[in-house]
């Protein structure tokens, strides 16, 4: 669904320098630090716009626009990847609509890894709820992820997060309306808990990998709120680059 596309962003830079010069007029070592300048190079913000046309069964034809930016806190920290950031904003051809945004720091010679991510939509899509007719309805959905992680020992991360989400839906006309409300899905209180992330990351390059794998361990703990019961759920993740 369109919440799906904040967490699939396809990110690529890339910079090069090309110089010519006698081989007798600079040194080796001057050459090479004329070349490719590692704090400068470090101390830039890069930035890229990318439209994305979108297709789905049920939101119909959309655009999307992502802003997509790189940035190193501290340029002095020549071991930290790149960190990452986007802010995307979609509309379809259905009235459906989404902003939304991520942002993940690297920190101490990627030591710490700190994530933040959110979004806010309306989604008009047509529900088959069991009566003779199909539901027109529109869904809000709200959502919140704030996590960091820990280097324990080379490769391996341990930590904590914080989750919040909700979705409601609400009639796009008066028989709608009264057929969520019999199915209980007018108005409901959002939910909230705690995230434990452990991670073990062999990737040769954290945003743009080419070899190397990936894999972790996510485990989400809800709390009962009005309505919303409490549950924990886990999620494994794997990835293996060749």
């Not at 501290?74 to 939304?100: E, F, H, M, R």
């Not at 027109?136 to 989400?165: C, E, M, S, W």
Request: positive net charge; glycine residues 8%; aromatic residues 16%.
């Amino acid at each position: 669904m369109l919440k799906k596309a904040l967490v699939t962003i396809v990110l690529f830079i890339a910079c090069q320098y090309a110089f010519s010069q006698k081989k007798d007029t600079i040194p080796k070592k001057q050459f090479v630090e004329k070349k490719y300048n590692v704090k400068k190079e470090r101390s830039k913000l890069k930035y890229k716009i990318v439209p994305l046309p979108t297709y789905n069964p049920s939101t119909k034809y959309g655009l999307s626009v992502m802003n997509l930016f790189t940035y190193y806190p501290n340029k002095n920290d020549t071991i930290s990847p790149a960190s990452l950031g986007a802010v995307i904003a979609q509309y379809t051809s259905n009235k459906s609509w989404l902003i939304g945004g991520g942002n993940t720091i690297y920190l101490n010679e990627d030591k710490w890894r700190l994530t933040q991510q959110f979004g806010f939509g309306k989604i008009n899509q047509e529900l088959d709820l069991g009566y003779a007719n199909i539901t027109d309805a529109k869904k809000t959905i709200v959502f919140i992820n704030v996590f960091g992680l820990r280097q324990v020992v080379k490769h391996l991360y341990a930590g904590l997060g914080y989750t919040y989400r909700k979705t409601e839906f609400e009639g796009n006309d008066e028989q709608s309306t009264e057929e969520l409300t019999e199915k209980g899905l007018i108005g409901g209180e959002g939910n909230h808990g705690i995230r434990y992330y452990v991670t073990y990351d062999k990737r040769d390059n954290v945003n743009f990998p080419y070899k190397g794998y990936y894999a972790a361990l996510r485990t989400e703990q809800y709390f009962a709120n009005g309505d919303a019961t409490a549950y924990v759920a886990n999620f494994v993740d794997w990835r293996h680059f060749i």
